[in-house]
């Protein structure tokens, strides 16, 4: 620490004796000795103070046509601050001149009012957005500890389980092993005595071949058929282990399950708070277009933030196809023919893995990429699914018709974990004979769904939250609403796409129009968005197949979380 810190201010000069002087001009703190030096420099106008009386002499700025002369004044029509010299010039002839220090009083004024806005009303706003991300960040802390637990105390219990299993198969291989070699054995036992009983019997047949006793050969009798009955042997099982082909999926499907809960997307400040048409641009704008070379481009699924898989087909090929492009580089990196089956309903998504999975209404089935690898994940007998996402929690949403009724189902895995009747009233809509029922879910983990006509949004217990049909005075709309793809962003705001009317529609959570994007003549259908914010809509237009690519969102960075 410095040890002059606490003592009083020195000279700035010699460093040493006390400052009794100060000069506005340089803003240096003098003793008395020091000021004739100070003032030596004559080529800049020194304003000596007391010490106790600095800072209260006006500094004016030196004038940027005049350099040794200072700003005085200040000229209202060119709002710029003028000295003696620019007054006599022609150049503010005429114009209004008033005192710079008024000018600065003024100023001062509207400063204050700065201040006391920043102080009064919008520093108390951060300091709660600042209390509430640290709130966050400690539950989010303290979730992924509790999580981390959970998932070590599952580990140990499934650890103890095969232990347990373990103890058991070697419990019984030991048991076993025991007994056949227990049995083996004793046999082993029985044949060695019999051995000795041979080698005993050769013996004496030897000795009586060396005798002279003609007796003894007279009396000789074969033991031969008593030695020959010998034991049967010992039928004892072998035992084996065959292991069972471990399957990884099944196995983190019943390992448990990791949720992915969101924060909550809103800014929860009066003064200071952002609507969610201000989190958007007055206008989008097209970013980047790539030609499929499809006929007709439906479905699109965003796998990074520069490649997407698109679900499309040609007006000659009654099949579909499923492409991953890089958009960026405009090129396409895989493709799978689905030439089994004709034109028909086929939504596609994304696993928390990365694997593709896509819905066909054909087959009554959801079916799942692994590679290059196809599997069917769930296979529906009366149901046809149509509509299908993958949740933040992992879970996979399908909507599904069956004659002119509709329902939402919710997987863990293969497993079905609720579902949700298209109405307030959980009774089935008796008019949803759609083709096409697009789902996604918003970051506050409600469920929206473009039906025939309307949007229609869930809170996650199944609860309808509203209806949404198009704003309250269109301005752009020739034809009747009909909405097609979904999709969702980190602000909680829904995005339509509305073919016939060649536009998307954006709406707020709580189905509010806020804003149209202009797809000019294209004709938006399937929808995504990738983790940048951009806005990936797949063009259905015949013989165009497009993939294009918006920035929808204005520069929010300040109010991200």
Known sequence: MDPRAQDAMRCDMCETALAQMHC?????????????????????DHKIVKFKSRKTTPIYPFCLHHSKERCEMYCKHCDTPICTACITSDKHRSHKINQALQMCDIIKQDIRKDIDVLRVK????VQKLIYDLEMKINEVEEKCEEASKLISKQSDDWHKEIDKIVDQLKTELEKTKDEGVNLLKLQKSEIEQTFSKINAAIQSKEEMLESNDVGLAINFKSQYAKFCKLPIPVDVPIPSFTPTEINSQSLFEQFGVLSMGSLDCSISSTDMSSGPDQLLRNEAEEIACLCTGFTFLYGIACQSNDQAWVRGGYADKEMNFLKLYDI??????KSFSLDTVPSSSIDVALTKRGHLIYSCSFTKTV????????ETLIKLEKWSPRGICVSSSGDMLVTMTQRNKSKMVRYFGTIEK???????????IE?????????????????CVAGKVMVMSFNKTGTLQFRYTGPKNPTKWNQAFCPKGIATDRYCHILIADTDNKCVHIIDKDGEFLQYIDCGMRKPWGLCTDSSGFLLVADSKKKSGEIVKFKYLADVKALTF
């Open 418 to 428: 609720q579902t949700i009747q298209f109405d307030d009233r959980r009774k089935p």
């Open 122 to 125: 919008l520093t108390p706003v």
């Open 24 to 44: 506005d001009t340089c803003f240096v703190n003098l003793c008395k000795a020091c000021v004739g030096e100070h003032m030596f420099d004559e080529s800049i």
């Open 431 to 447: 008019d949803t004979d759609s083709f096409h029922l697009y789902i996604t879910e918003n970051k506050n983990n409600d469920i």
């Open 328 to 333: 960026d580089e405009s090129r396409e990196i």
């Open 367 to 374: 079916n799942i990429f692994r590679g290059d690898k196809l």
